[in-house]
């Protein structure tokens, strides 16, 4: 993998291949949000991009939005190699569902 762009359609194969759906994110008005949505079973896992190459640093914009991130407990990572997407796309995927009932709204 020598770019960014070659580690997001990775992912997105990985994705495609397992049933997670994966979203490119653009978020008007807020920069640094992290570039990559999956979504599979009631889980949500937010993915911010960096070059394999190790070219890229993280923002202080990024840092900030991950940070809020977690601090909804959503889980939010940095990924600059293709061992780590796809530990990480693994062990999204091994999640069991998550139950919700709508009656409740």
Known sequence: MRTEKHLQ???QK???MLRIRCYKMQCEGRRG????LLVS???TLFIELKSPAK?????ANQVKILEELHIE???AFVIDNKDS???IIKAFNDLG???RSLSAI
């Open 14 to 16: 990985q994705c495609k």
């Open 9 to 11: 359609n990775h992912i």
């Open 73 to 75: 407990n959503q889980d």
């Open 33 to 36: 949000f992290p570039d990559l």
């Open 55 to 59: 070219t890229g640093r993280v923002s």
């Open 41 to 43: 079973k009631g889980h």
């Open 85 to 87: 997407a796809d530990a």
């Open 97 to 99: 569902p998550r139950c």
